[in-house]
């Protein structure tokens, strides 16, 4: 209870807060949107252009799985979001604020998710991809009706792991202008020592991670048929 007292008594802080919050969404949404549009189409080909996949093409997993994701995965976010600094103002014509921060949590999380998607796939069975194209199916129609729609659970539950992580790295964006809670724990909680904002800001982020778990939770294993 004397936190909660401390925290409403601080008009400053009860102001910020809820603007905050909602900049840390925005920025796990925008991402979160985007890095799905292009990890789950990259995980796809990865795992098809594999070898023994469904159109082998060592060199463009090569390019696409050896060089460009695995380079991107190897650098450290807080280097990448300073680094992607000139490349965000140029995109957004800014390099600060939630919609900024999204274009680093974007670049920084695809290979991310790309990996995970890329392993649901391995985990369907091979033997329903032989049947399906027994039975003249395309390969588009393959990767649509067997492998994502079969490894679907294990998508969401990549998915739902990509959402966390997007929290985490949200609170990292906010030390360089990103916003959101990040920013608040800094501002107030780290530079004024304010003990109870940045307690606050910690509870925040838990509940926040949890929710996102038990929902993706859920949604697993109510799309899970097997």
């Known amino acids: 209870m004397d936190i909660l007292n401390d925290l409403f008594s601080n008009p400053g802080i009860t102001k910020a807060l809820p603007t905050a919050f909602a900049e840390t969404l925005q920025m796990v949404g925008i991402s979160g949107v985007f890095v799905v549009l292009i990890g789950l189409p990259l995980g796809v080909i990865l795992h098809t252009t594999a070898p023994g996949g469904l159109t082998p093409a060592p060199w463009v997993n090569a390019v696409l799985g050896g060089i460009i994701v695995n380079i991107t995965r190897s650098v450290p976010y807080a280097i990448l979001m300073v680094s992607l600094i000139p490349l965000t103002r140029m995109l957004v014509g800014t390099s600060i604020g939630p919609v900024a921060a999204s274009v680093s949590l974007t670049i920084?999380?695809?290979?991310?998710?790309?990996?995970?998607?890329?392993?649901?796939?391995?985990?369907?069975?091979?033997?329903?991809?032989?049947?399906?194209?027994?039975?003249?199916?395309?390969?588009?129609?393959?990767?649509?009706?067997?492998?994502?729609?079969?490894?679907m659970p294990g998508l969401v539950a990549a998915l739902t792991t990509t959402l966390v992580t997007l929290v985490g790295f949200s609170a990292m964006a906010g030390?360089?202008?990103?916003?959101?809670?990040?920013?608040?724990a800094y501002n107030y909680g780290y530079q004024r020592f304010d003990t109870t904002v940045m307690l606050t800001t910690i509870v925040i982020m838990v509940v926040l991670v949890q929710l996102i778990q038990f929902v993706g939770d859920r949604v697993s294993r109510r799309v899970d048929h097997r």
């Open 175 to 184: 030390l360089i202008g990103g916003g959101g809670l990040g920013r608040l």
């Open 108 to 151: 920084g999380t695809v290979p991310f998710f790309a990996r995970l998607v890329e392993t649901s796939l391995r985990e369907v069975d091979f033997g329903k991809i032989d049947a399906a194209l027994v039975m003249g199916s395309t390969r588009l129609q393959v990767v649509r009706k067997v492998l994502l729609a079969e490894a």
